[in-house]
C-alpha cells in the first residue's frame, strides 16, 4: 500500500535536484523513494554526515580572528610559497 505525504523543501534546492533527477529518468517521488528505500534496507542515512573536527573548527577560528594565517595576493605567490 502507499501514502502520500508532503514535504517542505527549499525551493532552489527542489528545482536543481529535479533536474539531476529527470536526466536519470526519474521524477521527484521516484527519488525520494529511491532514498527512503536505501535507508530501510541499511538502516542508516545513505551518505556520510558529520560534524566539523576540532582541528577545523579552530582553523576557522584562526581565519576569523586572523591569526595564524598567510595571506597571498595571488595564486602563483601561493604555488611559489609551497614550491609548486
Do not use: C, H, W
Not at 529535479?18 to 530501510?40: E, L, M, P, Y
Not at 542508516?44 to 576540532?54: E, G, R, V, Y
Amino acid at each position: 500500500m502507499k501514502i502520500q505525504t508532503s514535504v517542505r523543501v527549499e525551493d532552489s534546492f527542489y528545482r536543481e535536484a529535479k533536474t539531476v533527477f529527470s536526466q536519470f529518468g526519474f521524477s521527484f517521488g521516484d527519488a525520494v523513494n529511491i532514498f527512503i528505500a536505501k535507508v530501510a534496507m541499511e538502516k542508516k542515512i545513505p551518505f556520510d554526515l558529520s560534524l566539523p573536527s576540532k582541528e577545523l573548527e579552530m582553523r576557522d577560528e584562526n581565519i576569523d580572528n586572523k591569526k595564524n594565517t598567510e595571506i597571498y595576493e595571488t595564486a602563483n605567490a601561493l604555488f611559489n610559497e609551497l614550491g609548486i
